[in-house]
């Protein structure tokens, strides 16, 4: 478990299932997030199960410091061992939840986790340009606006623009781990070839 002031984010229990079907199944929060699709029994079933076994993913319950209750999921998809970077991608469950910070702490512990334990490179998401909650949240954890995807996801009735952010390794990690020769020239050791899958639950 990885642990900031107000929330810690950790492995999921048993308990988490329902929470995290609803939350699946919520059309107001789809609208922030990704084309509305109803997730059954099955198919949620399906991914829970999958939680663990799929190298390429890391999905964390967010959790109040101290209460069992989850309150959120934060999900790291596409790790990919050349370019070193994956996606990430986060929700808040319910409405009292959001903007008080929880969202800010989780995705920094998660990020640091990308540093430190995965060892990438690079994170990157697509956000809705009019998610200015979610977008305002990233960039206080360092992601930066790397470009424009024009009308590139139809979500409820309307076209949407998505903007694509990226975080790179701090560069202070990035030369520690390079040869002295390389570190010299400034080179830095990114990977840039992610793909732009939004980063919806599998
Ligand atoms: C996006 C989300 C994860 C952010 O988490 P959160 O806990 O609500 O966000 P935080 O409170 O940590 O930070 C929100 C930031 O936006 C600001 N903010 C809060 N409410 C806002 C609002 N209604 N409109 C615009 N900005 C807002 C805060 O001031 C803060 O920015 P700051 O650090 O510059 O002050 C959460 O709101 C959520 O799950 N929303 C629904 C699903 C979603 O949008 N997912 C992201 C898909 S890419």
Known sequence: MLMASRITIGPFVPEDFGPVFCWMNDVAAARLDFAYRPVDMMTHQRW???LGRDQTKVVFAIRKTADLAIIGYVQ???????????????????EKNRGRGYGKEALRLAVEFCWNHLNLNRVQLVVFKHNDRAIRAYQAVGFRKEGLLRKAAFIGGDWVDLI???????????SRR??????????????DLGSTRHPVAA
């Open 48 to 50: 829970w199960q999958s």
């Open 76 to 94: 790291i998809t596409g790790i990919n061992s050349v370019h070193r970077s994956a996606e990430i991608g986060i929700r808040i469950g319910e």
């Open 164 to 174: 694509l952010m990226a975080a790179l390794r701090p560069a202070q990690r990035a």
């Open 178 to 191: 390079l040869p002295a020769s390389t570190a010299a020239k400034g080179v830095a050791a990114t990977g």
